[in-house]
C-alpha cells in the first residue's frame, strides 16, 4: 500500500477521525451485512485523491480477471475479492471497490485461493493456462517465482503506469532488476503493510517511572516521538532505556520471564534484520544498469555493517533485558505469547509488524508505535523493512499478448480505485480508529511506511547473506568473517537469478 495516497487521504479525513470513525471504532469483524447500507457503486472518475488522472478509459472493458490468492492463516489475501458488503472496513471498501470497477469499467473481479503459490503459478504456466489475469502471493514465493521467469515484466505492457502514486515507488524502485519489474504492491494491497516491521512501546513503564529522564542525558527530546524526530533514537539510546526498564516483578528472581516481569525488550525471531537495516545496512545495492551488485565488499560498508551488528548485538543478545517470544511459553504460538508478554503490560518495547497492532485491539495497554533505531544521529534517514509475508501482485507469463494486457488493465484501474476506498478503510478505520487509538502514533507509522527499503539480498535469500547477519545479531561473531565466506556465493546467486529472469 503506497504511503504517499494516504497523507493525501489522511488530511480529508483527519477532521472525521475522532467524529464519524469513531463510531467504527468498536471490535467489529464479523462478515454481516451492512444495515442499510445502499449497493450502489460510486460515481466513476478518472482522478484519485491525489489528483493524478487515471489513464484508463472508463468504458465496458468486458474483463473478467480472476486472481490466485493465497490461503495462509492470518496471512491470507484480504483485499482483493468480497462477495458481499460488511461491517468490517476492509471487506466493505474491498466490495464497494469491486463494484464500481464492474458498473463503471465493465471489469468483473474474481478470486480463487490456495496454500501453495509456488506449486500452483508453476501448474499453470507449464500448461500455458489462460484461467487467471494475475497472482497476489507473499514475496517469499514470488521472487523465487520472478526469478524462474514466470511473470511479465509489468513495465512492458500498455495500460499500467507504475510511475503512478497508487504503486508504491520505493517497491517499484527497490525491486526491480535491470529496470524490470515482474511484481509490485501499492495501494491495491494491505499485507506490505501489516508485514512492515515497527517497535511497540509501552506508554505506561515509559511516563510512571520517568525512563527518558532519569536515564538519557543530553537528549532534546522529552519523549519518545521527539527522539525520533530528533534523530536521537539510536541503538544506544534504546539500549539504556531498555536496561533501565527491566526489574523483577515477583517471578523468579534468579531469571528473569517476560510474562511475569518486567523486561526492557520482547520481540519476534525476525526482529535482527529490521536492526540490521534500520542501522543502515543494505547488503545489494544497483549499479548505474539497475543490476543488483554486492554491497559489502566495500569497505566503508563493511565497517557500517560491523559497528551495526555490534550495537545491535548488545540489545538483541543481551539475556538479561531482551527476550525472544518465538521459545515455547505454556504451549502457546508466539502470537500469544506476544500478547501475554507485551499486551499485558511486561516489557517496555516489543518489536514485531505492523499488523501486531490490530492484534493487540482487545488489550487496554496505552502503547505507541516508533521505528526502529538509528546507528547513530549521523544516519541519513531511518529506514524499515517489510518482512516476506507481505504480498505483491504479478502477471503470469503465460497469458496471451491481449490477455496479459487486460491483466493489466485491471491492475491499474482496481489500484487506482484502491487508493480512495481500500487505502482509507485500512489505515484510518482499522489502523489507527482501531489499532493504536493514538493519534501520536500516526506520523511515526507514515515514517515507518516512507522509509522500506527492498534489499535483492533479503528478498531472493542469496547466500543467506541476510540470514547469516542476522545470527551475528543473535549469537555474535565476526562481520568480516561471514562477509568473506559469502562474497562468492553471492555473486554466483545473483548471477543466477539472472539467467532465470533472460537477463543478459
Known amino acids: 500500500m503506497k504511503l504517499t495516497s494516504k497523507l493525501l487521504c489522511l488530511a480529508l479525513a483527519l477532521t472525521l477521525l475522532f467524529g464519524a470513525f469513531s463510531c467504527a471504532a468498536g471490535d467489529q469483524t464479523g462478515d454481516e451485512d451492512t444495515t442499510g447500507s445502499s449497493t450502489k457503486a460510486p460515481a466513476a472518475t478518472d482522478a484519485a485523491d491525489t489528483g493524478e488522472r487515471l489513464d484508463v478509459e472508463a468504458k465496458n472493458w468486458g474483463i473478467t480477471a480472476k486472481f490466485m490468492t493465497r490461503d495462509a492463516a492470518e496471512w491470507s489475501t484480504v483485499d482483493i475479492f468480497a462477495e458481499k458488503d460488511s461491517s468490517d472496513p476492509i471487506q466493505s471498501a474491498v466490495f464497494r471497490r469491486n463494484l ?48 524462474n521467469g514466470r511473470f511479465y515484466d509489468l513495465r512492458s505492457l500498455p495500460n499500467i503506469d507504475l510511475t503512478k502514486s497508487w504503486w508504491d515507488q520505493k517497491a517499484v524502485e527497490g525491486l526491480s532488476v535491470a529496470n524490470k519489474v515482474f511484481y509490485a504492491t501499492g495501494d491495491l494491497l494491505t499485507s506490505d503493510n501489516d508485514a512492515t516491521f515497527i517497535i511497540m512501546f509501552n506508554k505506561t513503564i515509559l511516563e510512571n517511572s520517568d525512563l527518558l529522564g532519569s536515564t538519557l542525558s543530553g537528549v532534546k527530546g522529552t519523549n519518545l516521538y521527539e527522539l525520533v524526530a530528533n534523530k536521537e533514537w539510536t541503538l544506544e539510546n534504546m539500549y539504556r532505556l531498555a536496561q533501565a526498564a527491566t526489574k523483577e516483578m515477583g517471578g523468579d528472581s534468579e531469571k528473569l520471564s517476560p510474562y511475569e516481569d518486567q523486561v526492557g525488550f520482547a520481540m519476534t525471531g525476525n526482529v535482527p534484520f529490521s536492526l540490521l537495516y534500520g542501522g543502515g545496512v543494505i547488503v545489494t545495492k544497483k549499479n548505474s544498469d539497475d543490476i543488483p551488485e554486492f554491497q559489502l565488499s566495500d569497505a566503508t560498508a563493511l565497517s557500517r555493517a560491523d559497528e551495526v551488528v555490534s550495537a545491535a548485538y548488545r540489545l538483541y543478545g543481551d539475556g538479561k533485558i531482551s527476550f525472544n517470544l518465538e521459545q515455547e511459553h505454556e504451549g502457546n504460538g508466539v502470537q500469544q505469547n506476544g500478547k501475554d ?25 496505552n502503547f505507541g508505535v516508533i521505528p526502529y533505531p538509528l546507528l547513530d544521529s549521523s544516519q541519513d534517514s531511518y529506514y524499515s523493512v517489510m518482512n516476506n509475508v507481505g504480498g505483491v501482485v504479478a502477471i503470469p507469463i503465460c497469458l496471451t499478448e491481449k490477455n496479459a494486457e487486460n491483466a493489466a488493465v485491471a491492475l491499474e484501474v482496481l489500484a487506482a480505485k484502491s487508493q480512495n476506498t481500500l487505502t482509507p478503510a485500512y489505515y484510518d478505520t482499522t489502523l489507527i480508529a482501531k489499532g493504536t487509538k493514538d493519534t501520536e502514533s500516526k506520523p511515526m507509522i507514515d515514517l515507518i511506511l516512507e522509509t522500506r527499503v527492498y534489499d535483492l539480498a533479503y528478498v531472493y535469500g542469496w547466500a543467506g547473506a541476510t540470514t547469516k547477519l542476522a545470527a551475528l545479531i543473535s549469537k555474535g561473531g565476526s562481520v568480516t568473517t561471514a562477509v568473506k565466506r559469502m562474497q562468492s556465493s553471492m555473486n554466483r546467486h545473483i548471477k543466477e537469478t539472472l539467467k532465470g529472469m533472460n537477463i543478459d
Open 100 to 147: 464500481d470497477v464492474e458498473e463503471n469499467y465493465g471489469i468483473k473481479v474474481e478470486e480463487w485461493k490456495t496454500p501453495d503459490t509456488q506449486g500452483e503459478v508453476e501448474k499453470v504456466v507449464k500448461s500455458s493456462s489462460q484461467d487467471y489475469a494475475a497472482v497476489v502471493g507473499q514475496l517469499v514465493d514470488m521472487a523465487p517465482l520472478s526469478a
Open 341 to 365: 508478554c507485551f499486551g499485558n503490560g511486561h516489557a517496555l518495547f516489543f518489536g514485531e509488524c505492523l499488523q501486531v497492532v490490530i492484534r493487540l485491539r482487545s488489550h487496554s495497554i
